[in-house]
C-alpha cells in the first residue's frame, strides 16, 4: 500500500489537461523547436534519455552502474546539445574548486521529450514522465569548467524514479511535510563533504513560464529558499541563465557570484526579486540577442 508521501510524488507531476501545461508545451514548441537543427538535437537527446531510462530500470538494484550510465549520459547530452557560455565565463576564475550553488531558471525543454510509458513497460505508474537529466545537463559545461561535481536540487518523483533518482546523487525535496528547508539544508551540507560540488536549484519551483502564463523565458516569482541555503551552508551563489538558440544549442550566461549574509536574511525575498529581475533582464537580452 502506498503512503500519502508517495501519492503525493504522482498529484505533483504535470498533468496533461491542465490548461498551464498545455499553453507552456505549445509556446516551447514553437521557441525552441522553430528550426530543423532543434527537431533533429531533441529527437537525439530523447533518444539519449530513453536508453538510460531503460537500462536504469533494469538495474536498480545496481545504483553505482547506474550513477555510471548518468556520468555518461550528461556528457552526450552536453555535446549534443552543443552547449557554450557566451557570458561571464570570466566569473569561474574565483569559483575552481570550491563549494557552490548555481540558481537557474527552470526551462521547460524537457517537457519537449517525455519518456513515454503508456505500455508500463517500465516499473511506474505513469503513461509518461520528464526525463530529469536534460534539466541541468547543460551546466555540465560550468562544472567541468571548475572541476566540479554537479547535483541537482529536485521534487521527489514517484518509486522508481525516485531510487533514479537517488543513484544519480539528486538531492531530492518532499512534496508535503514541514521542515523542508532544514532538511534541504542538512543534505546540501553532505554533499559538500565530499569533493567540490555545484549544487543546481531552481527557485522558481517550476517550469518558467507555465504559472504565470508566460513564454519559456518569463521567470516566475522567486522562492527564497535558495539564498536561505547559501547563507546557512556558507557557499557562494551563481546565477547561470540558459537558452536554446533553435540555431547552435543551448547558450548559458554567468551573472556575478554573490554571498548571502545573516544581515541579508532579515530582506531575503527582497534579495530573491533582485536576483530574478537581473536574470530575467539577461534572459531577454539573450532572446532579443537571437530573434
Excluded: W
Amino acid at each position: 500500500m502506498e503512503t500519502k508521501s508517495m501519492d503525493s510524488t504522482l498529484s505533483r507531476q504535470p498533468q496533461i489537461d491542465d490548461p498551464k501545461e498545455i499553453a507552456i508545451i505549445t509556446k516551447l514548441q514553437d521557441e525552441v523547436l522553430s528550426t530543423q537543427i532543434a527537431k533533429k538535437t531533441f529527437k537525439k537527446l530523447h533518444s539519449f534519455q530513453q536508453d538510460f531510462f531503460t537500462n536504469a530500470f533494469e538495474n536498480l538494484d545496481k545504483p553505482d552502474h547506474i550513477m555510471d550510465e548518468y556520468i555518461k549520459l550528461l556528457e552526450k547530452l552536453n555535446n549534443e546539445s552543443s552547449t557554450q557560455i557566451v557570458y561571464g565565463k570570466e566569473e569561474l576564475t574565483q569559483l575552481k574548486k570550491i563549494n557552490i550553488i548555481i540558481v537557474t531558471n527552470h526551462l521547460g525543454a524537457i517537457k519537449l521529450i517525455p519518456i513515454s510509458n503508456k505500455d508500463r513497460t517500465l516499473d511506474v505508474n505513469m503513461d509518461k514522465f520528464e526525463p530529469f537529466p536534460l534539466r541541468h545537463a547543460p551546466l555540465k559545461k560550468i562544472t567541468d569548467e571548475l572541476g566540479a561535481t554537479l547535483v541537482e536540487t529536485a521534487v521527489k518523483l514517484p518509486r522508481k524514479l525516485l531510487d533514479i533518482q537517488k543513484a544519480c546523487g539528486v538531492i531530492t525535496v518532499a512534496t508535503l511535510g514541514v521542515g523542508k528547508t532544514e532538511t534541504l539544508i542538512q543534505d546540501t551540507q553532505k554533499k559538500f563533504l565530499d569533493s567540490p560540488t555545484a549544487i543546481v536549484m531552481y527557485p522558481e519551483g517550476g517550469t518558467s513560464g507555465k504559472r504565470s502564463e508566460g513564454g519559456p523565458y518569463n521567470l516566475d516569482p522567486f522562492h527564497s529558499g535558495a539564498f536561505v541555503v547559501a547563507q546557512r551552508t556558507g557557499v557562494p551563489i551563481v546565477p547561470i541563465c540558459q537558452y536554446f538558440d533553435p540555431e547552435s544549442g543551448y547558450k548559458l550566461s554567468i551573472l556575478e557570484p554573490f554571498t548571502v549574509t545573516q544581515k541579508d536574511l532579515g530582506n531575503i525575498k527582497d534579495l530573491a526579486r533582485d536576483m530574478e529581475q537581473k536574470m530575467q533582464n539577461e534572459l531577454d537580452r539573450l532572446q532579443l540577442q537571437n530573434s
